[in-house]
C-alpha cells in the first residue's frame, strides 16, 4: 500500500481536520473571554464628552486643551457629541461601568434623572461647598440641578430667548422695536404687507426652535408665579395664560405670519434665511449666537434682539435656562480631575470671560465690562437685565418638564403650523401627559439649592 | 452467521456501529467548523433576542439596577396608544411603496439591461452606487433636494412644472412618499443586480422558442422572465420587505418621524420611547411586537408562493 493513500491516510487527514477545528474553536473561547487589553497603558485619561463637533474650535475646547497642558500627569480625551443633550450612546456607556469621566448633558430630563436615579452621577455638593461654587452659581440655577439637597450638575450655557431681527430691513421699513403686542402685530403686518411673505422664521420642521417661540408666550402670559405654579405644584397647562397664549399663536399661524411653508423649512435653513435678509426675524437664543457669528459673515452685526411683549399688556420678564450641566460619573476613575477641570472652565473669572466671549453664557455673575462680547450677545443680555426686577420666567421648558412633555409640545406646534391641530387640543395632550407622568412620580420636583 | 475476530469478518451490527462512528466524526468535523459562526449567532442574535422578550414584561429606565416586573403591561399599554397604530399604519405604507417600486421597476430595469449590448457594467455600477452609500449621507441629500428651494422644486420650475413645487417634507400628505421614494433609490440598485442575474441565469433557449412562435418583448418578459424569476422575485420581496419595516435612518435625519407623526416609523417610535424617554421595557415591547409582524409577514410570503408553486 502507497503512502498517502487508503483508509489509514484518511483517517489520518480526518483527524487533523478535527484537531484544527477544535484548536479554532478554543482560540474563538479565548478572544471572546479575554478582557481585552487595549487602553491599558497605565496613562491617566480623562474622558469629556460635550456638545461639541470633531476639530470644533471654541472657548471651552482651547480651555480644556489648556488645561491638559497644565496637568501633564494625564491626558484629556475629548469625545464630541455633537448637537445632542442627550446622545443614545450615553446611556449603554454609563450602564456599562464604563462611560466618560465628565460628561455635559441635559438638566431636567427623564435620562439625567435616570442616572442619577441609578447611582450613576457623583455628587458634587461637597465641592459645590467646598470650592465655594455657591457663591457663583445662583441658587435658582442651582436648584434646577439639585435634588434631594445633593447637587448634582455644574449648570453652564445659561440660555436666553429672543426676537432676533435685522436691523437694516427694520430702518429701511421704519420699524421700530415694539414694546407691546400691539405694536408687535403692527410690526409682523407691514412686513408681510412689503415683501417678506415670512415675517417670523419658524423652522416648523425641526419644531423645537418654534416651541420657544411659544414657551416665550407662555411664560409671558402666566408669569413667574403661574409659571413655579404649573412646575411645582398644581397648576395647570389649560390655565387661562397658557390658553390665551395658545391660541394667539394659533392665530400667528393660520394668519400665515410663520410664513407660507414653516413646516418645510429645517432650523439650519432658517437660520440661513435670516442671515441673508430673505426672513426679518425669527425667535431663537444665544445658542445661536457662535455659529451665527461664522455663518452671518457682514451681516452679523446687523442682527439685534429684543424681548418679545407680552400678549395681556402685562410686564415683560427676563427669561433664563441653562443649556446644559456639567456631570460626573460616579465610577470616574479620574473624579478629582473632573471636579478640577470643572472649577477650572466655570469658576476662575478669567475663563469665565473666556467662555462668555465665545458666545455661551456660564452660570453667575460676570464682569461685562471686561468683556468684549459679540454685539447681539450683548444686547440679549441687556435686555434680560432690563426686565430682570420683574421677574424670572424659563427660557425654555423642556429642561423643566419629561420628555414626553416636549414631545407632546413639538407634535402639536407642527400640527397647529399644518392646520391640524387646535390651541385646545394641544394643550389637552400635553396637561394628559402630565398627569400621567406625574402619577409615575417622573415630574422633578426642586428641593432648591443644596445648603452648604 | 457469526462472525469471529481470527476470520476478520464483520457481524452487520460491528458493521453498523463503524458506519455511525464514521458519520459521527464526520458531523463532529462539521459542527466545529460551523461552531464559532454559531458562538457568533447564539451570543449576538439568539441571546439579545431572549434577553428582549423579558426586557418587555418588565418597567425599566435602562440604568437602573432594579427592574419592576409589569407582566403584559407594557403590550396592554402598546394597544392602546393611538401612536403605536400611526407608526405602524405608516410602516405599512412604507412598505408597499418601497416593495412595489423595488420589485417592479427593479425587475424591469433588469430586464432591460439583460438586452443591452453595451455599457451594461456601467449602468450597474451607476444603479449599484447609492446601495454603498451611507444611508445617512442618503438622507442628508434628500433633505435638500426636499428643500422648498432645492432641487426638486427647482428642476420642476425649470421644466415649466413650477406649479408643482412644494414643501414635500413639510406636508404631511407628501412627506411619507418622499421618504420612501428617497429609501427606494437607495436600495433599487440591489435589487436590479439581483435580478440581473438571474435572468442570465435563464435558459436562452426558453427566449429563442418564445421567439419562434412570435412572441414579442413584453409576452417574453411576462411569459419566460418573469416566471422563470419567480424565486429570486420571493427572495428580493423579502429583503426589501423586511429591509423596508426596519427603515429609521433616514427618518431620523430628515423629519424625525414629523410632521405630526406623518412620517414616525416601528423603529423611530421604539426609539424615542426606548432611548429618548429612558423607558427600555415600554421599547422592548415595540421591538417584540416588530419582531413578530416582520417575522410573520416574511412567513406569509413564504407561504403564499409555495402555494402558488403546487
Not at chain 1, 189 to 209: E, V
Not at chain 1, 338 to 364: H, Q
Not at chain 2, 166 to 191: E, I, K, Q, V
Request: proline letters at 5%; hydrophobic letters at 45%.
Amino acid at each position: 500500500m502507497k503512502r498517502g493513500t487508503g483508509v489509514n491516510s484518511q483517517h489520518s487527514r480526518r483527524r487533523r481536520v478535527t484537531a484544527v477545528a477544535v484548536v479554532a474553536v478554543a482560540s474563538l473561547g479565548l478572544v471572546a473571554c479575554s478582557n481585552g487589553g487595549a487602553g491599558e497603558s497605565g496613562e491617566k485619561v480623562l474622558n469629556v464628552w460635550y456638545g461639541s463637533e470633531p476639530g470644533q474650535k471654541d472657548a471651552l475646547t482651547s480651555l480644556i486643551a489648556q488645561w491638559d497642558e497644565e496637568h501633564p500627569e494625564l491626558s484629556v480625551e475629548i469625545t464630541a457629541m455633537g448637537p445632542e443633550l442627550n446622545p443614545p450612546s450615553l446611556l449603554p456607556a454609563l450602564s456599562s461601568g464604563e462611560g466618560p469621566d465628565l460628561w455635559a448633558g441635559n438638566i431636567g430630563s427623564a435620562q439625567s434623572q435616570a442616572f442619577i436615579d441609578a447611582g450613576l452621577v457623583h455628587d458634587l455638593t461637597p465641592a459645590y461647598c467646598d470650592s465655594n461654587w455657591d457663591q457663583t452659581i445662583p441658587d435658582e440655577l442651582a436648584a434646577i440641578a439639585t435634588s434631594d439637597d445633593k447637587l448634582w450638575a455644574v449648570p453652564n450655557s445659561i440660555e436666553s430667548t429672543g426676537m432676533f431681527y435685522r436691523k437694516s430691513i427694520f430702518e429701511k421699513m421704519g420699524l421700530s422695536v415694539p414694546t407691546t403686542w400691539e405694536d408687535f402685530m403692527t410690526v409682523v403686518k407691514k412686513l408681510k404687507d412689503n415683501g417678506y411673505p415670512t415675517p417670523i422664521g419658524a423652522a416648523g420642521q425641526d419644531a423645537w426652535p418654534v416651541t420657544h417661540l411659544l414657551g416665550a408666550m407662555w411664560a409671558g402670559a402666566e408669569g413667574p408665579d403661574g409659571v413655579n405654579q404649573l412646575l411645582f405644584g398644581d397648576g395647570t397647562w389649560t390655565s387661562t395664560g397658557f390658553t390665551e397664549a395658545t391660541e394667539e399663536f394659533e392665530k400667528l399661524a393660520d394668519d400665515g405670519d410663520f410664513g407660507p411653508d414653516p413646516l418645510s423649512y429645517a432650523y439650519e435653513a432658517t437660520n440661513a434665511d435670516f442671515y441673508n435678509g430673505v426672513v426679518p426675524m425669527t425667535y431663537t437664543g444665544g445658542f445661536v449666537i457662535p455659529d451665527a457669528q461664522e455663518d452671518a459673515g457682514e451681516n452679523f452685526d446687523d442682527i439685534g434682539v429684543f424681548a418679545l411683549p407680552t400678549l395681556n399688556g402685562g410686564p415683560i420678564y427676563a427669561n433664563e435656562s441653562p443649556g446644559e450641566g456639567w456631570y460626573v460619573n460616579a465610577n470616574a476613575k479620574q473624579a478629582d480631575a473632573a471636579e478640577d477641570l470643572l472649577n477650572y472652565l466655570f469658576f476662575t473669572d478669567e475663563n469665565r470671560t473666556k467662555i462668555l466671549e465665545g458666545g455661551l453664557v456660564p452660570a453667575g455673575p460676570v464682569d461685562l465690562d471686561q468683556v468684549e462680547l459679540p454685539s447681539v450677545l450683548e444686547e440679549l443680555l441687556a435686555e434680560q437685565n432690563k426686565y430682570r426686577d420683574n421677574g424670572v420666567v424659563p427660557a425654555f421648558f423642556e429642561v423643566s418638564v419629561p420628555g414626553s412633555i416636549f414631545e407632546a409640545e413639538m407634535t402639536g406646534v407642527q400640527g397647529i403650523l399644518a392646520g391640524s391641530t387646535s390651541a385646545d387640543e394641544l394643550l389637552q395632550t400635553i396637561q394628559s401627559t402630565w398627569e400621567t407622568e406625574k402619577q409615575a412620580g417622573n415630574i422633578i420636583s426642586s428641593s432648591g439649592a443644596p445648603k452648604c | 452467521m457469526a462472525a469471529t475476530a481470527s476470520t476478520g469478518m464483520l457481524t452487520r451490527r460491528q458493521v453498523q456501529g463503524k458506519r455511525l462512528r464514521r458519520g459521527a466524526r464526520r458531523n463532529l468535523t462539521a459542527y466545529l467548523f460551523l461552531a464559532p459562526a454559531l458562538i457568533l449567532y447564539l451570543a449576538f442574535v439568539i441571546r439579545p433576542t431572549v434577553e428582549l422578550f423579558g426586557l418587555s414584561a418588565f418597567d425599566w429606565n435602562g440604568v437602573n439596577p432594579t427592574r419592576e416586573f409589569v407582566g403584559f403591561d407594557n403590550f396592554a399599554r402598546l394597544f392602546a396608544d393611538p401612536l403605536f397604530w400611526r407608526s405602524l399604519g405608516n410602516n405599512l405604507i412604507f412598505v408597499v411603496l418601497l416593495v412595489a417600486f423595488n420589485v417592479t421597476v427593479g425587475l424591469i430595469t433588469a430586464s432591460a439591461l439583460a438586452r443591452a449590448m453595451r455599457g451594461r457594467l456601467i449602468y450597474q455600477l451607476i444603479f449599484f452606487l447609492p446601495v454603498v452609500q451611507a444611508s445617512i449621507v442618503t438622507a442628508l441629500v434628500w433633505k435638500w433636494i426636499y428643500q422648498p428651494d432645492g432641487l426638486l422644486n427647482n428642476a420642476l420650475g425649470a421644466i415649466g412644472l413650477g406649479f408643482l413645487s412644494h414643501g414635500w417634507l413639510g406636508d404631511p400628505n407628501t412627506a411619507l412618499p418622499a421618504l420612501a421614494l428617497a429609501a427606494a433609490w437607495s436600495g433599487f440598485g440591489l435589487s436590479v443586480v439581483i435580478f440581473l442575474a438571474g435572468i442570465q441565469s435563464i435558459d436562452q433557449s426558453l427566449y429563442d422558442s418564445a421567439k419562434m412562435d412570435g412572441a414579442n418583448a413584453r409576452q417574453m418578459f411576462m411569459n419566460v422572465t418573469v416566471p422563470e424569476l419567480r424565486p429570486v422575485i420571493t427572495v428580493v420581496f423579502l429583503l426589501e420587505m423586511i429591509g423596508a419595516f426596519q427603515t429609521f435612518d433616514i427618518v431620523w435625519a430628515t423629519t424625525r418621524g414629523g410632521p405630526v407623526n406623518s412620517t414616525e416609523v416601528l423603529a423611530s417610535f421604539m426609539f424615542k420611547r426606548g432611548f429618548t424617554d429612558a423607558e427600555f421595557g415600554y421599547g422592548a415591547s415595540i421591538a417584540v411586537i416588530f419582531m413578530v409582524i416582520v417575522l410573520g409577514a416574511a412567513i406569509i410570503s413564504l407561504l403564499l408562493r409555495e402555494r402558488n408553486e403546487d
